[in-house]
């Protein structure tokens, strides 16, 4: 079975610097990733995804993904972050048609 | 596009009463439907796949009798919580897969109360 991990249940971070909310994965082949945003009382928007076409991912808002095999990671990178960009980020992969989620990191940004 | 809708948004109910929570893929017709349940700080759980004019399929642990699941058409997919109780109090996400892309649609939740 397939699964994700994210390794970091709460980032907090200051308006305009780096983010990165890192995920691990595991799986017996080349997975469906994706990367999810839930603002509270929204509905979850997808961010990006993987398919096994390019290895790093741009999604919207800025944010981009970068799987790599040899760390089985798929972390979420934006270079420069925004108050409006606070919300719980879910890590998913597909694994036959159905998503599997991580556990969520809640990305906090303060002024 | 691809607009997922759900209805109510917030329902409160008393304990041993259903509650009927429906999902509308608004712009597409969605062939499968997928039901999830979110507790407070926690991720998405996937409870069941309905397939429309086709039984759900259900995840190992979730109670089919419990939480029936229909859909009739390629726009709606319904979740009955019957007898419902407390510990039954959650977030209830539903999404819905496009045909051309597989890409799951997310609604916006109902967040389900059991006094």
């Known amino acids: 079975a397939q699964s994700v991990t994210q390794l970091d249940s709460h980032v907090s971070v200051s308006e305009g610097t780096p983010v990165l909310l890192r995920c691990n994965y595991s799986?017996?082949?080349?997975?469906?990733l994706f990367w999810y945003v839930q603002h509270p009382n929204k509905g979850l928007q997808l961010l990006l995804k993987y398919t096994s076409a390019a290895t790093l991912v741009k999604g919207i808002n800025g944010f981009e993904a970068e799987f790599k095999k040899s760390e089985t990671s798929f972390h979420l990178t934006k270079p420069s972050a925004h108050m409006s960009d606070a919300a719980e980020y879910f890590c998913v992969v597909n694994e036959g048609g159905k998503l599997i989620f991580g556990q969520g990191t809640e990305l906090s940004v303060k002024p | 596009g691809a607009v997922v809708s759900q209805h109510p948004s917030w329902v409160i109910c008393k304990s041993g009463t259903s509650v009927k929570i429906e999902c509308r893929s608004l712009d597409f017709q969605a062939t499968t439907m997928f039901w999830y349940r979110q507790f407070p700080k926690q991720s998405l759980m996937l409870m069941a796949t309905s397939n429309e004019g086709s039984k759900a399929t259900y995840e190992q642990g979730v109670e089919k009798d419990k939480f029936l699941i229909n859909h009739a058409s390629l726009t709606l997919s319904t979740l009955t919580v019957t007898s419902a109780h407390p510990e039954d109090s959650s977030f209830y996400i539903c999404?819905?897969?496009?045909?051309?892309?597989?890409?799951?649609?997310f609604g916006p939740g109902t967040r389900l109360t059991v006094t």
């Open positions: 799986s017996s082949y080349s997975p469906s």
């Open positions: 999404s819905a897969e496009g045909d051309s892309s597989y890409e799951q649609y």
